[in-house]
């Protein structure tokens, strides 16, 4: 490590200074974090016990809430132990570490979306070619692929704020340790940090996000073929609910990332990231399950007494 840091703490200024907030904010985000935790483990636990969901679609689905039980436990638990701390630290170590895993589960999310979206292309698209064009080797050369990336990205970005110099002061305004609140405090430039920002804002989630609006075009495409009213109705309300998740995650990360550091506004920026930090993680096991029959008759024999 080349770095040469003089800052050895950084101090988290989180949401709100207020005393005040502080109990309501530390109730809210407790909450978001449990139902988030359970929500995914509950997929995970449906998946893996139920041979119906050994099948594409649920196996990249429980990639997904692996991939949002990470985010939210990196993040949440350190938020809920400043809002109640005294000294609301970290420790340069502990933030490079959050930075990391932070990253590796955007990188990761973003590529799942598109994979996701790909999937459900095929099988309404191609309903009779599913079984070819998403068979065992494909689906786990896919989840290599976003493996790959994930990690690319986060050792790229992860390592380039290594190189930075941190000399004062360490008042972080924000309630994790991100890429645009960190290069708000280098003492040296960080030029090329915004270069690869960019570069991967464009070709990651800006190509991502396309792909996957691409995939949602030829599924509205082959709903409207549908002849039942009813048949419409309830396909166009799942990949509309899918659609507007997608889209909250996407566009949240995209304006995050792609401007320069100069334009940050931290104090907004902040808020907007709850959105792709914290909402999305907890919505995911609702809006992929709530009108899955499969995973919620998983759930149910799950329960100790599923037929009551």
């Known amino acids: 490590m080349k770095n040469q840091s003089i800052v050895t703490t950084f101090i988290m200024l989180g949401l709100s200074s207020k005393p005040e907030l502080q109990v309501p904010l530390f109730i809210l985000f407790l909450s978001i974090y449990i139902i988030a935790m359970l929500g995914n483990l509950v997929i995970i636990a449906a998946i893996l016990s139920s041979s119906k969901l050994h099948r594409p679609m649920y196996f990249f689905l429980f990639h997904l809430a692996v991939v949002d039980i990470i985010c939210t436990a990196t993040i949440i638990p350190n938020m809920l132990g400043n809002l109640v701390a005294v000294s609301k630290s970290i420790s340069y170590p502990g933030c490079m570490a959050q930075l990391y895993f932070f990253t590796w589960s955007l990188g990761a999310e973003m590529v799942l979306f598109t994979i996701m979206a790909y999937d459900r292309y095929v099988a309404i698209c191609h309903p009779l070619r599913y079984s070819i064009m998403m068979n065992k080797t494909v689906c786990v050369g896919l989840s290599a692929l976003v493996i ?39 003492c040296t430039s960080v030029h090329l940090n915004e270069v690869m920002v960019f570069t991967a ?4 989630a800006m190509g991502d996000f396309l792909l996957t609006c691409v995939s949602y075009c030829f599924i509205v495409r082959a709903i409207l073929r549908i002849k039942t009213a009813e048949g419409k109705k309830k396909a166009f309300s799942t990949c509309s609910s899918h ?3 997608v889209s909250l995650y996407y566009s949240t990360v995209i304006y995050t990332y792609i401007r320069p550091a100069s334009s940050y506004s931290l104090d907004r920026d902040k808020i907007i990231a709850t959105l792709y930090t914290l909402v999305t993680p ?7 399950t709530l009108r899955n029959k499969d995973v919620k008759m998983a759930i149910k024999k799950m329960l100790p007494y599923p037929g009551k």
């Open 148 to 186: 790959v990336i994930a990690v690319i990205n986060s050792w790229v970005h992860t390592g380039l704020v290594l190189q930075l110099s941190f000399c004062g002061p360490n008042i972080i305004n924000h309630f994790f340790c991100e890429i645009p609140s960190l290069l708000a405090l280098s």
């Open 282 to 288: 907890t919505l995911n096991p609702i809006v992929y």
């Open 201 to 204: 804002d464009i070709f990651l």
């Open 243 to 245: 659609l507007i998740v």
